[in-house]
């Protein structure tokens, strides 16, 4: 980039003639546009550049945190074999941890923030997930008793009607 600052001090070229040749630059196409073509073309590959490397720097310092966490709970993983305590004693790790940390560090708060929902859905699952289930008993349906009392209410309906339709019949005849 500083090469191409001073080959665009040293050969200046009026910015009528840039306006009509601005494009996306590539980076194999780049090296024959004029040099303030160029320069933008090199800008954009050093912002690139900075912001992969803000990016790997702050997934180093993740990975330096998960580090730090596990080399403190592997021994308790090792050595204790009830997962409650042993989940209750990972929890005190991460808050241990976290007290270590100033306010200000989001990356190292957001990997803490995570191992701690890990940790607390585990115990979550430790608790209320080794419930018993309740009784679920399934069996053939049973259609006889429905159809014995559908045929009995038909019937009774049916009976019903017959002596209402009679009764109907008798009073219209004594009524002409």
Request: with cysteine; aromatic share 8%.
């Amino acid at each position: 980039m500083a090469d191409l600052e001073l080959l665009k001090v040293k050969f200046p070229i009026n910015s009528a003639s840039i306006i009509t040749q601005s494009m996306d630059p590539k980076e194999s196409s780049a090296k024959y546009l004029p040099v303030i073509t160029q320069l933008i073309a090199v800008n954009k590959d050093i912002s690139a550049l900075k912001e992969d490397l803000s990016r790997l720097t702050s997934r180093k310092n993740q990975l330096a945190i998960m580090n730090d966490f596990l080399s403190q709970a592997m021994p308790v993983i090792g050595k204790n074999f009830d997962g409650l305590s042993a989940v209750a004693e990972l929890m005190r790790i991460e808050s241990g941890m976290r007290k270590d940390l100033q306010a200000s560090d989001w990356n190292k708060i957001s990997i803490l923030n995570n191992i701690k929902h890990d940790m607390v859905s585990i115990h979550t699952r430790f608790t209320l997930g080794l419930e018993q289930p309740t009784y679920i008993s399934a069996s053939k349906p049973r259609y006889l008793k429905p159809a014995a009392i559908g045929l009995a209410a038909g019937f009774f309906l049916a009976l019903l009607f017959s002596l209402c339709s009679v009764i109907w019949h008798r009073y219209r005849q004594q009524k002409l």
